[in-house]
C-alpha cells in the first residue's frame, strides 16, 4: 500500500484493526515470544499502530521496540499508555521513548539493524497481513536483516482472498512457509476460527506461527 493510504486511515480514525482490549493470541502463545525470563526480553513490533499489546508485553517486564509511519498513531500509543515521551528528531523520522518502549516514526524500510540495536523476539501481528503480495518477501527479507533472524511469533489470518480485497491480506501456512523457511524452522501453534469474521463479513482462520532460528 502507499503510505498515503495508511496515513489517511489513521487521520480520518478508520482503524478497525486496532483491538483496543489486545490480541488474546499473544497472552496465550507468550513463552514463545518472552521465554521464561520476559525481564530480559526486547521485542520488536513492526508496523505497530497503537497496539495494546505493547502495553501488555510492557506489564510482562519485557522492553518493546516499535515501528510506525503514521505520527497520529504513535502519539496515541503514547496518550493511552499514559505516558509522556521525549522526542527526538533523526534523519529518517522522529523516535518516541519512554524507559522500556522505543517508537520509530516512518518507514520500516529505513530502518537498520543499528537502529533499533538487539532484539530478542518480533511480535508480528496484523504487519505481514497488511502488506500486498509484492512487497511482502521485501518486508521479510528486511525483518530478517534488521532484527539479525530473531525468534518471531506471527498471528495472520487465511481466508478465500477472492471474497473480499485486502487489506488484511490473508497469509497462509504456504506462504510464510516460503517467506521465512530458509532462514526459520516454523512451527503452526493454531489455527482457529476467527469469531466475528473478517470485517464481520468473511469466514477467516486465525493462524499464529512461530519462527525460530535454524542454525
Ligand atoms: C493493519 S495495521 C496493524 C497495526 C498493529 N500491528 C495492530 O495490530 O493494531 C498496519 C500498520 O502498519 C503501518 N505501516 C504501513 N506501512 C508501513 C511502513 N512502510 N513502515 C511503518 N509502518 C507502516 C500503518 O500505518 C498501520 O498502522
Known amino acids: ?34 521465554g521464561t525470563m520476559p525481564n530480559s526480553a526486547r521485542i520488536f513490533v513492526p508496523l505497530c499502530g497503537k497496539t495494546r499489546d505493547i502495553a501488555w508485553l510492557l506489564s510482562q517486564g519485557a522492553s518493546v521496540v ?3 509511519l503514521s505520527e497520529v498513531a504513535v502519539t496515541q500509543l503514547f496518550e493511552e ?3 509522556a515521551p521525549s522526542i527526538s528528531q533523526t534523519p529518517t523520522g522522529k523516535i518516541f521513548h519512554k524507559e522500556n518502549l522505543t517508537v520509530f516514526v516512518g518507514d520500516i524500510f529505513k530502518l537498520t539493524a543499528n537502529d533499533i540495536g538487539a532484539v530478542t523476539g518480533v511480535y508480528d501481528r496484523a504487519a505481514l497481513v497488511a502488506l500486498p ?10 525483518i530478517v536483516e534488521i532484527t539479525e533472524s530473531a ?27 516460503s517467506l521465512y523457511g530458509d532462514t526459520y524452522v516454523i512451527t503452526r501453534l493454531e489455527r482457529s476460527v476467527l469469531e466475528g469474521k473478517l470485517k464481520g463479513k468473511v469466514d477467516a482462520d486465525n493462524l499464529v506461527f512461530h519462527l525460530k532460528g535454524n542454525s
Open 81 to 83: 499508555l499514559g505516558e
Open 151 to 177: 525468534p518471531q511469533l506471527i498471528v495472520s489470518f487465511e481466508y478465500d482472498q477472492s471474497r473480499m480485497p485486502g487489506p488484511p491480506f490473508s497469509v497462509n501456512e504456504a506462504t510464510v512457509e
Open 133 to 142: 503480495d509484492a512487497m511482502r518477501s521485501l518486508y521479510a527479507s528486511h
Open 1 to 34: 500500500m502507499e503510505h498515503s493510504f495508511w496515513h489517511s486511515k489513521w487521520q480520518k480514525n478508520e482503524i478497525g484493526f486496532h483491538e483496543p482490549k489486545g490480541n488474546a493470541l499473544l497472552v496465550k502463545h507468550a513463552q514463545y515470544l518472552l
Open 66 to 68: 516499535g515501528a510506525e
